[in-house]
């Protein structure tokens, strides 16, 4: 048990990594859908390029969208108007008829007409509430059904037109006056009307909707059905009309009730196998080739977390509504990787991304190639993010990228431009601007997961930081000296394309261990007075190679981010401070060397190895006496050469090629610092 436990603390990190992948897998697999995918692809009115295609079991075809539709409206169209009867509003209304009859009309009237507008009026009134009068004019067919409730129990169905609308009764009352031949009546016995007659039909919104929705539900969405083994489609027939539903009738059904109840488990155990050896590739990726990374877990839990960001963001839009799927700015991955890695990290990680995301969303083929393609833009186009108008320069690029494939695949698709679907479009640009977010994330990503980025690096290169401040106010020399190493070490990082903003402040950082004791370093020594001269060779030694420990522990008590430790770290390597190392050598000639060696390590990347380049030329240089081309280019080569000869470049990821690339930039830089003409015969 002890050794199993012994075991495990030694490989601890190897442990995490483990859980870590297995942990994601199954967030992935929990997110994606839970359902099979058909494995044909189709589209209407393109030929079939797949074998002869059988049923494998019974299914029954689906309607249309637009059959269902017309079968709703038709429905609705046709449907049933219940209006609730007042039983009690005639009888008020003949009870009114008769007590103000006798008071609207005179008693000077001839009692044949007055008897003739009495039977007149009960007529109207009984013809009124045959069917009932509405208490308002709805905007309804005058065909359709109405079926009249008293009660909640049907009482007679008529038409909408048979109901006495209240701005109609005027004109029948006068129709009716003229006819009899009682037109002077006209005016009292209309007015008389109008104060007693009531609606007494109220449209039952409720139960008309409800009856509706009763009918709609008893639609059938299936029409026919296909028995197994039933020939479906033959290779080259062109996929339309009553073919096309039957695929998509057996799409719909491979996706839902068969895979749901009859072979989850399998389902689940096939996606955790791909999602797995996506994960795999990737770690495996880190270990060959970001080896770095890859020994650092929080930067290997930084890189899961994304992916898995960027699976959850488009579950969730595919679980909403798969039409969406565009608006999901999967670009902010590479962005964001490259930001804080590099470009080609940053690539692979998004290709394995959209490789996972293929396998849950429509249109797999077509959204890879988009993913991909907008991937391949955002690693070529973005550089230098802490430049605002780079991000939005790129960002518009990839939007244009997104429009013009989408564009070509539409045209393949459908063979014309005349139904383009321009929403789609709006969801580019959406993505577009939603992208513009990863200034803020990456400034989260910084606080959360303490990474560094190209916008922090550009914070740190100002020299009135408050470390940097400090070291020109005690070490005057060795400010100057750095910023001097700062010029040729971006110089030449842009040279052979190395990142210059993190070796520009590399180089304003790496000598800031010399606070601790200025007047020992050359540069830092106005008076002439040299305090060496008090001390042993061993403790001088001790003294100047200290300055790289000193400056790592200022360094981290001030915050500085790794990476800009690692320069202070490495910029003298595991090199001899060989001035006192010789002098030491000359008294006691079995002196130990380790005394007087940087502890290192040695230069692990481009950038830090241009770093010691040109620290150890800018220092030297102070050295040289009437500087001509042909010393400075004789004194830079003897220089990198030893360095070459010590094998202080070993671990770096630097070529040869690259480092004669840099001599010249150092041999044009410094003849334009001591300002060296061309020599004129007299």
Known sequence: ????????????????????????????????????????????????????????????????????NAEKKNIRDNSILYFNVDTKTKERVISGFKSEFKIELPDSLVTSNKNELYKLGLNLINTFYANGVLDEDYSFSENKKVVLLEGRIEKQTVKYSDLIKQNNIRDIITKVLVKDGLTEFQIPFISLFFDIIEPNLTYDKTFT???????????????????????????????????????????????????????????????????????????????????????????????????????????????????????????ILPLVLKAFFDARLGLFTHVITVLLLGSIVPNSYEYMFLQIIAGIVTILTVSELYKRAN??????????????????????????????????????????????????????????????????????????TKLLKELSNKAPGTFHHSLNVANLAEASANEIGANAMLVRVGALYHDIGKMMNPTYFTENQSTGINPHDELSSRESAKIIIDH?????????????????????????????????????????????????TYPGPKPFSKETAILMMCDSVEAASKSLKEPTSTKIDAFVEKIINKQMVDEQFLNANITFKEIQTIKKVLKRKLANIYHLRIEYPE
């Open 209 to 331: 909707e409800k009856a509706v929705q009763s009918d709609i539900e008893k639609i059938s969405y299936t029409r026919g059905s296909v028995e197994k083994e039933t020939l479906i489609i033959s290779k080259g027939e062109v996929v339309e009309g009553d073919k096309f539903q039957k695929l998509k009738s057996l799409e719909s059904e491979y996706e839902s009730q068969i895979w749901t109840k009859s072979n989850y488990y399998w389902i689940v155990f096939a996606y955790t196998l791909l999602v797995s050896l996506a994960l795999l590739m990737l770690l495996l990726f880190l270990r060959k080739y970001r080896n770095d990374i890859f020994e650092n877990n929080t930067k290997v839990t930084f890189i899961f977390f994304n992916v898995l960001l960027m699976v959850f963001l488009t579950t969730l839009v595919i679980n909403y509504n798969s039409q969406y799927i565009y608006v999901v700015p999967l670009c």
């Open 391 to 464: 991000l939005f320069i790129s960002v518009g690029q990839i939007t244009l990228i997104y429009i013009i494939a989408y564009f070509a695949f539409f045209v393949i698709h459908e063979g014309s431009v005349d139904n383009l679907q321009w929403e789609t479009f709006g969801m580019f640009i959406l993505c577009g601007l939603a992208t513009l977010f990863v200034q803020p994330l990456i400034y989260a990503y910084e606080k959360l997961f303490g990474l560094v980025s190209d916008v922090s690096l550009l914070e740190l290169s100002d020299t009135n």
């Open 548 to 596: 790289v420990i000193n400056g790592i522990e200022i360094a981290k008590k001030n915050n500085l981010p790794d990476r800009v430790i690692d320069f202070i770290r490495t910029h003298h390597g595991t090199s001899v401070v060989y001035y006192f190392y010789k002098k030491e050598k000359d008294i006691d000639e079995l002196t130990d060397k380790r005394l007087f």
């Open 1 to 68: 048990m002890k050794d199993f436990t012994n075991y495990l603390y030694r490989n601890h990190s190897l442990a995490y990594k483990l859980i870590l992948f297995i942990s994601a897998t199954f967030l992935i697999v929990y997110l994606f859908p839970k359902s099979g995918k058909f494995k044909y692809n189709f589209e209407r009115g393109k030929p079939w390029q797949s074998e002869n295609l059988y049923a494998p079991f019974d299914f029954a075809i689906k309607k249309t969208d637009e059959e269902i």
